[in-house]
């Protein structure tokens, strides 16, 4: 059995009080704390706390001689223990629709408790809050619209579609306040999404451009998704809502059809890089339906001479670059008469780590890259390639034709000049590219 004070409680006591009306309190005491900053700190404190403990708080109060504030925090606990076996036996809709009535209530905490446990139901209450912003009293409707905002910001992109579509519903209502308020919510959702998106990605272990500030209103302009990416295939479909993105970055298995159909969604996408096994000649078609790409690289994509047809058409692209395809040497032969070489970069797929002057003659090695195969045979800095398996070299275009023509895992000798008189012989086994 509850601890009984020996004075019966008035119901409805501390509603009163959180309302500011009068406790009709009689002890000096408790008329000196009514009117203390204590005691808003106290109501709040009991709205939102656990029946056990605002009975505690009770007992705390009787000890202390406070005891209309002790019978207020009783009868708030046994009404506190009666709202929660009620609302046991509602179903979620009831609940929901119970916390939405709670939206114009007197007390200011009670209204903004109700606007957070409304989002503890998420995608479930849309539909009753939709409902909600149609209601005559604005105070509801303001926060109806509010749910729903950190309702989409929290959500999956099945969640933000929904929201997205009762909004543009509602935008275009008879009634001009609630098509107003419609319509702002769809701007600011999607810049808030757009932040909201963008740290989640960081979080997941993407790379944004440099320049991009977390605590900045511009949106980030360049995104790289490699291999610390831990999110999964639906985190990544999120990007269609990153619609500055100008040039993106993926290297992943976890791309997907739907995420490919996510990336062209974005209209300011201009440059697109993409590694994976995952996606084969369906993803060719999909791609070339973006009318903002310009510059296209695959790699290591399992694509073959069947979409040779569709990339020659693709007039929008000033810049190809395929890298490890199954494309035959013919269909190689088709695409470089038909698009021209400023336009198109074909490899094999092999990679060996050496950076030379492009046009000028002899070649020169002007950078070796770590970890790649070059560093690990011992190539120089200032090495003067002369011949690649058997094939004369003369300058760096030659050398960078030679390469393309293998593959990863290609065997090949590379004979170089270093301190202008003393020849070496290379042997070295052909990588694989990294974005």
Not at 28 to 42: E, F, H, V
Not at 157 to 167: N, P
Not at 300 to 318: F, G, H, K, M, T
Not at 321 to 346: A, K, N, P
Request: aromatic letters at 6%; hydrophobic letters at 40%; proline letters at 3%.
């Amino acid at each position: 059995m509850p601890h009984q004070f020996s004075r019966q409680p008035k119901p409805g006591l501390l509603f009163r009080m959180v309302r500011g009306e009068s406790c009709g309190a009689t002890s000096p005491s408790a008329k000196q704390i009514d009117g203390d900053n204590l005691m808003q700190r106290i109501v709040v404190i009991l709205v939102s706390a656990e029946p056990l403990a605002i009975f505690g708080l009770a007992i705390f109060f009787s000890f202390l001689g406070f005891e209309d504030l002790a019978v207020a925090a009783q009868t708030f606990s046994q009404d506190t223990y009666r709202e929660q076996a009620r609302s046991s036996s509602l179903d979620d809709h009831e609940k929901i629709q119970r916390f939405i009535g709670q939206f114009n209530a007197d007390s200011f905490q009670l209204r903004n408790r109700a606007s957070q446990e409304v989002l503890r139901f998420g995608p479930t209450a849309i539909n009753s809050l939709a409902s909600a912003t149609l209601h005559d009293d604005p105070e509801v409707r303001f926060r109806a619209f509010e749910a729903l905002k950190h309702l989409a910001l929290r959500g999956d992109d099945d969640t933000i579609l929904r929201i997205e579509s009762v909004l543009n519903e509602l935008s275009d209502h008879s009634s001009p306040a609630v098509a107003n308020a419609a319509q702002n919510r769809l701007q600011q959702l999607a810049i808030d999404l757009e932040r909201v998106i963008t740290a989640r990605f960081i979080a997941l272990g993407a790379k944004v451009d440099a320049s991009y500030d977390t605590f900045s209103e511009v949106p980030p302009r360049g995104l790289v998704i490699d291999s610390n990416w831990q999110g999964s295939s639906q985190d990544l479909q999120l990007v269609r809502r990153l619609s500055s993105i100008n040039s993106l970055e993926i290297k992943s298995e976890k791309m997907d059809e739907l995420v490919l159909r996510s990336i062209i969604e974005l209209e300011h996408l201009t440059s697109l890089k993409l590694e994976t096994s995952n996606l084969g000649n369906h993803a060719i078609p999909i791609l070339l339906h973006s009318k903002s790409l310009q510059s296209l690289e695959l790699r290591y994509l399992p694509i073959d001479d069947s979409v040779v047809d569709l990339l020659i058409a693709a007039e929008n692209l000033r810049k190809l670059t395929l890298v490890g395809t199954r494309i035959s040497d013919d269909g190689w032969v088709e695409l470089s008469s038909s698009i021209s070489s400023d336009r198109l970069d074909f490899r094999r797929g092999g990679f060996l780590g050496l950076r030379t002057m492009v046009t000028e003659s002899p070649c020169i090695i002007t950078d070796v890259i770590g970890d790649s195969a070059a560093a690990e045979a011992g190539f120089h800095v200032g090495d003067r390639i002369v011949d690649f398996n058997g094939e004369l070299i003369d300058n760096g275009q030659e050398f960078i034709s030679a390469v393309s023509k293998c593959y990863v895992g290609d065997r090949v000798k590379i004979t170089v000049i270093r301190s202008g008189s003393e020849e070496l012989v290379f042997e070295v086994t052909l990588g694989r590219w990294n974005m």
